[in-house]
């Protein structure tokens, strides 16, 4: 079987560049030596851990209708990407009619079917990413809660109840690791609609993307919101 005779290395290199963009963005920002928002926010968590520590067990339910609705928003992310796989998953089954019926379309670019099969199945593997992202979301944050109603009242300077502080903390911050994950590839999956313009247009496309969103890492106002306020919590701590 010959490849599609638009099968070159800008259209394969296109696609690669949203999923190595994807993947790079976490180690880039390690890199720099910020580290994401979710990162500096474990701090905030171990404090909220440890004043769950020194709360009566009916004070927590508060806690707990907040981590519920965070819950609740991660099934929804879920749910709606889990409708969009199924939709790109059925256009898969009927990729030739669809690829007909684009193509014929005066403003649509001339594109082999290999090439718009391939497309349409990295958005689809972009969707199937988010969607794990989202239901792995939602089971490390059933862990948190079962951590949470386990925390003992105890004082917080033992070294016992220092490591369920911590191992709950890391747990909860592992749990918005892979809900923010899962929201990012949403971006990422418009960087791959532009595929279908071409190459060049998506390749240019992830590139705004990743800017834009090290720029809300880094740059926003609620980034420097949260620096200062981590900021201003260590030199309380200190």
């Known amino acids: 079987m010959s490849l599609p005779y638009d099968f ?30 979710n990162a ?47 939709g790109l998953v059925g256009t898969l089954a009927s990729i030739n009619h669809v690829h007909a019926s684009l193509t014929e379309m005066a403003f649509f670019p001339p594109i082999s079917l290999g090439m718009f099969t391939i497309y349409f199945a990295s958005i689809a593997l972009i969707m199937a990413i988010c969607f794990f992202s989202f239901t792995y979301a939602i089971r490390k944050l059933a862990y948190t809660l079962a951590m949470i109603g386990g925390l003992d009242e105890a004082p917080a300077d033992t070294p016992q109840a220092k490591i369920m502080i911590e191992q709950t903390a890391t747990v909860l911050t592992e749990a918005m690791k ?19 313009i071409g190459p060049n247009v998506s390749i240019a496309m992830t590139l705004f993307i990743s800017l834009l969103l090290f720029y809300r890492q880094g740059l926003s106002t609620e980034a420097l919101a949260i620096e200062r306020y981590v900021q201003a919590m260590h030199d309380g701590d200190h």
Do not use: C
């Open 8 to 37: 070159d290395f800008m259209h394969v290199f296109a696609v690669l560049w949203i999923f190595f963009m994807w993947s790079l963005y976490a180690p880039v920002l390690r890199f720099f030596g910020h580290g994401t928002l």
């Open 40 to 86: 500096q926010l474990h701090v905030v968590r171990l404090k909220w851990m440890r004043m769950l520590l020194h709360s009566r067990r009916e004070n927590r339910v508060f806690d707990g209708i907040l981590l519920g609705h965070i819950s609740g928003s991660i099934s929804f992310f879920g749910s709606a990407t889990l409708i969009v796989l199924a």
């Open 178 to 196: 892979s809900l923010n994950n899962g929201i990012r590839g949403f971006y990422f999956a418009v960087a791959a609609i532009f595929l279908f």
